[in-house]
Every structure is written in structure tokens, then in C-alpha cells.
């Protein structure tokens, strides 16, 4: 079944403590993108990844990062997380930049 | 003003009725237009995508972009309670095909 697969899907932590969330697809997809959803203001996009080692920032980068080692996988990293970062993410992927993007579920990350 | 405005709703509506979702955007070089639904706790399923101007129709769902208005339409026929849900618009351009803008999504209910 083709899926954009998130991990976590929920996430309770800690101010400063770094974690990541990993992002597989499995469609051969070259161009992966991550965003945040918060209330009231939609779906933000954080980074996106137009093919392997190829990355650039969205609307919202700052305290994120991003790596793209291997086409099926892109990583969000938060190095020092706060509280402003609680969200809820969603990586999406699509063949090529500018076709449709599938989502995943998501990830609920709650930062205290 | 953000590049994409959608009114959030939330919009009620009977079972059978015709429901008309709209979005204005800014920004005139945006030429690929999407419309996604997203269920509670689900990532956003794209339901449309149109390149430029015109209307796109898919079963009960129809889609229309005014390039010269810069506003787009989802119209959805007999509307049934299984397509109560967040309904999300988003566009790029071709000059920044990586980047992705999306409404902030309006709430539809279909009571029976």
C-alpha cells in the first residue's frame, strides 16, 4: 500500500531536550515536505526536499532541521524544542515538485 | 495579508444540498491549484488539482479557478454526512514549485 509513514504519532517532551521525527514513504517520491497545523493558522510548511541532499526552507523554518540522505526517508530535527513548537506535523511527499503531495496522519508533539 | 484566505466556517448543512467552498489568494503567479480534505485526526486527501484557469469536475465535486479574480471554488453536490470534514485549498506558482500555500481549511457538517 503506497503511505507517507510518520513516527511518532504523538510525542510528549520536555523544553530543550532534542528529538526527531522520522518520515518514510514508500513511492519513490523526490519531493518530501514537512508542516505544522496549528489553530487558526492552516498549514504552515516547514522545509521541503526537491530530491536527495536537496533541501530548502518553507514559511516557518526556524528552530527545525532537515536532512535528506536517502530518497525514502526525511527527518524533522528539533534540536532544542520549546514550547512555541507544539504542534501538529505532517510530512507529505509527491513524485515530482509541483504534483499533488500525499500526507501522513501526522504527529501530535506536545512541548512543556 | 497571507497569500491564501479561506473563510474557517464552520458551515452546517442538509444532507443533499449543494455546498459552494471558496478561497482568494494575492499572489497572480500561483497556476496550480489543489483542494484537500482532512478527517479528525487524519492527514489532508487531495480531492482536486487544476492547472490554471477552468473548471475540473470528478463525480460529485467540482472544481472551478477565476485566474482573473484570483479565486477558486469547490462546489460539492447532494452532499452526504460522510463528506463532513476540514476542507483545505492550496496553490503554488512555477517559479517556486517547492513551496506549497494552503488555506487555513473551513469546517463543513452534513446533518442527515
Known amino acids: 500500500e503506497a503511505q507517507v509513514t510518520q513516527n511518532p504519532r504523538y510525542l510528549i517532551t520536555v523544553t530543550g531536550k532534542k528529538l526527531t521525527v522520522t518520515c518514510s514513504q514508500n513511492?519513490?517520491?523526490?519531493?518530501m515536505s514537512w508542516y505544522r497545523q496549528d489553530p487558526g493558522l492552516g498549514l504552515r510548511q516547514i522545509y521541503y526536499s526537491m530530491n536527495v541532499e536537496v533541501t530548502d526552507k518553507g514559511d516557518v523554518p526556524e528552530g527545525y532541521k532537515v536532512s535528506r540522505k536517502e530518497k525514502r526517508n526525511f527527518p524533522l530535527i528539533l534540536e532544542s524544542p520549546s514550547p512555541n513548537q507544539t504542534s501538529l506535523y505532517f510530512c507529505a511527499s509527491s513524485t515530482t515538485v509541483g504534483q499533488p503531495q500525499h500526507f501522513g496522519d501526522g504527529t501530535r508533539l506536545s512541548i512543556l | 495579508q497571507k497569500e491564501v484566505e479561506q473563510d474557517p466556517g464552520p458551515l452546517s448543512v442538509p444532507e443533499g444540498a449543494i455546498v459552494s467552498l471558496n478561497c482568494t489568494y494575492s499572489?497572480?503567479?500561483?497556476?496550480?491549484f489543489m483542494w484537500y480534505r482532512q478527517y479528525s485526526r487524519k492527514g489532508p486527501e487531495l480531492l482536486m488539482y487544476t492547472y490554471s484557469s477552468g473548471n475540473k469536475e470528478d463525480g460529485r465535486f467540482t472544481a472551478q479557478v477565476d485566474k482573473s479574480s484570483k479565486y477558486i471554488s469547490l462546489f460539492i453536490r447532494d452532499s452526504q454526512p460522510s463528506d463532513s470534514a476540514t476542507y483545505l485549498c492550496a496553490m503554488s506558482d512555477r517559479s517556486t514549485l517547492g513551496r506549497l500555500y494552503f488555506g487555513r481549511g473551513t469546517q463543513l457538517t452534513v446533518w442527515p
Open positions: 499572489n497572480s503567479a500561483f497556476q496550480y
Open positions: 513511492m519513490n517520491h523526490e519531493y
